[in-house]
Each structure stands twice: as structure tokens, then as C-alpha cells.
């Protein structure tokens, strides 16, 4: 099998993609994989692991923020700082960014982005 990578940028390094063509031993395009950097930073964007809570003072739901470009990508050299807040019912238990180096346990509501997440 052959490979082959092309390239397609614009003047900076954002919006940069990366299509790898491996072809089979016929010269054949196999399989196709492409690559893309991120733009601007445009958004932040939230995901949690459950829709649903009981309200029993127990139950916990993980939430994962990350900035995002404008076709919704996110930013892996985002790293600012962030603060959260919960309006009505609820408690911060904790923030973390999933840096293993950090080597902390954040008690705290603010934390700064690692890879563009918390």
C-alpha cells in the first residue's frame, strides 16, 4: 500500500488541513483520513454525562466545557481561566481540567483550560 499526504492551508496555521490518501498495491485510494486545525476561539460549549438528576443531595453530574471554533471544534490551545457558578439548587463539588501533571484537587469554582476543556 502507498501513502500520500497532501495539505490545503491558508496563510496562517488555522484552517489548516491534512488529508492522508493510503492506497491499496492497484493504486487505489483505500481509505482517506483528514486532519484539520481549529480556528478563532467563537463559543464555549457544554456537555454532561446524564440528563437527569435526583434531587436526593447524592447524585452528581459531570460537566465538560470547552471552547469552540465557529464550526463548532474545540480549541485545543485555549487554556484561559474559567469560573462557574449554579443558579437555584445544586453545589460545586469540584473542578478539575483533567491535567495529570497539575497534581491538585480543585475545591475551587475557576479553573484554567487544559487542551481547550475542563
Known amino acids: 500500500m502507498g501513502d500520500r ?11 489548516t488541513t491534512l488529508l492522508w490518501r493510503k ?8 481509505i482517506v483520513e483528514e486532519i484539520s486545525t481549529t480556528g478563532e476561539p467563537a ?3 457544554f456537555a454532561a454525562d ?9 447524585d452528581i453530574s459531570h460537566i465538560t466545557v470547552g471552547v469552540l ?8 490551545g485555549a487554556d484561559n ?14 473542578v478539575d481540567n483533567g491535567n ?8 475551587a469554582s475557576a479553573e484554567r483550560l487544559f487542551t481547550g476543556c475542563v
Open 81 to 94: 481561566k474559567n469560573s462557574f457558578e449554579i443558579q437555584g439548587e445544586g453545589t460545586i463539588i469540584g
Open 50 to 58: 446524564r440528563n437527569n438528576l435526583t434531587a436526593d443531595g447524592r
Open 100 to 107: 495529570l501533571l497539575a497534581m491538585r484537587i480543585s475545591k
Open 5 to 15: 499526504a497532501d495539505t490545503a492551508s491558508s496563510p496562517s496555521a488555522q484552517n
Open 23 to 30: 492506497t491499496d498495491f492497484h493504486g487505489k485510494v483505500a
Open 69 to 76: 471554533d465557529t464550526q463548532c471544534r474545540v480549541v485545543p
Open 43 to 45: 463559543a464555549i460549549g
